[in-house]
C-alpha cells in the first residue's frame, strides 16, 4: 500500500466551478500535509500546508484535514482556466522525507 | 526573498555518458537541499537531501551521487548514464534548523527542473 494516494484524473470541470482534490494517507503518525500545484514541465509550486486536523484557507483555496478518516482535500472556489494543473498533495514522514502521491491533473475549460 | 535555480533546464545525453546537474539557492544560509527525480505517473522520488556542506544522504541505492561543495550549491552526478535515468530532476529547498520558514518550518520549495532524456 502506498502511503499517500492520490486518484490521477484527469479531472475536467467548468470554469466557475467547485473542484475538490483528495488524498489518503496510511502513516496515522503524519501530522503535515501540503498542496503543491504543478503546471506542465515546471517544478511545483508550494500552494497550501496544513498541520493536523482542521481546515485553512486561502483566497480562493481550502485546505481540509481529517486525521481521523486520514483523509486530505484541497477545495478550489470559482476555478479559472488558468487552475488547470496537475496539484500534488504530500505528508511530511519526518523532517526531510515528504511522501507526495502520485498527482492529479485538472483541467478547468471555458 | 528565496530563488532557487536548476541548471541546465534540458539535457540529452547518450547511455554511458555522464552527468552533471547544478542547483543553487540565492536569499537563505544554511537550507536544507533536496534532488528528486519525477517519472511519469510516479510522483516525486526523493533521490538525496542534504542538512549541510559535505552532509549526504542518500534515499534510493542507483548510479547516481549528490555533492554539496558550498552551502547553496547542490551537484547531482553519474559516472555513467543508464536509460532508466531519463526523466525530470528537480532540486528543492526549505529553511535549516532553527529557521522560520516563509510558512512554517518544514515545508520545500521546488526548483523549475531539467529534463532529462539518455538515449
Known amino acids: 500500500q502506498k502511503e499517500v494516494e492520490q486518484d490521477p484524473g484527469p479531472l475536467s470541470v467548468p470554469e466557475g466551478a467547485i473542484v475538490s482534490l483528495n488524498c489518503t494517507y496510511s502513516?496515522?503518525?503524519?501530522?503535515?500535509f501540503m498542496w503543491y500545484r504543478q503546471y506542465s514541465r515546471k517544478g511545483p509550486e508550494l500552494l497550501m500546508y496544513t498541520y493536523s486536523s482542521g481546515n485553512k484557507e486561502d483566497g480562493r483555496f481550502t485546505a481540509q484535514v481529517d486525521k481521523s478518516s486520514k483523509y486530505i482535500s484541497l477545495f478550489i472556489r470559482d476555478s479559472q482556466p488558468s487552475d488547470s494543473a496537475t496539484y500534488l498533495c504530500?505528508?511530511?514522514?519526518?523532517?526531510?522525507?515528504?511522501?507526495f502521491g502520485t498527482g492529479t491533473r485538472l483541467q478547468v475549460f471555458p | 526573498s528565496q530563488t532557487i535555480h536548476q541548471w541546465p533546464a534540458t539535457l540529452v545525453q547518450p547511455v554511458g555518458s555522464p552527468l552533471s546537474l547544478e542547483c543553487t539557492v540565492e536569499g537563505t544560509s544554511n537550507p536544507n537541499l533536496y534532488w528528486y527525480r519525477q517519472a511519469a505517473g510516479r510522483g516525486l522520488q526523493l533521490l538525496f537531501y542534504s542538512v549541510g556542506i559535505g552532509q549526504i544522504s542518500s534515499e534510493v541505492p542507483q548510479n547516481l551521487s549528490a555533492s554539496r561543495p558550498q552551502d547553496r550549491q547542490f551537484i547531482l552526478s553519474s559516472k555513467k548514464l543508464l536509460l532508466s535515468d531519463s526523466g525530470f530532476y528537480l532540486c528543492?529547498?526549505?529553511?535549516?534548523?532553527?529557521?522560520?520558514?516563509?510558512?512554517?518550518?518544514?515545508?520545500?520549495?521546488f526548483g523549475p527542473g531539467t529534463r532529462l532524456t539518455v538515449t
Open positions: 502513516n496515522s503518525a503524519f501530522q503535515y
Open positions: 528543492a529547498w526549505r529553511p535549516g534548523t532553527g529557521v522560520k520558514g516563509l510558512a512554517g518550518t518544514y515545508e520545500q520549495y
Open positions: 504530500a505528508s511530511l514522514r519526518n523532517t526531510d522525507k515528504l511522501i
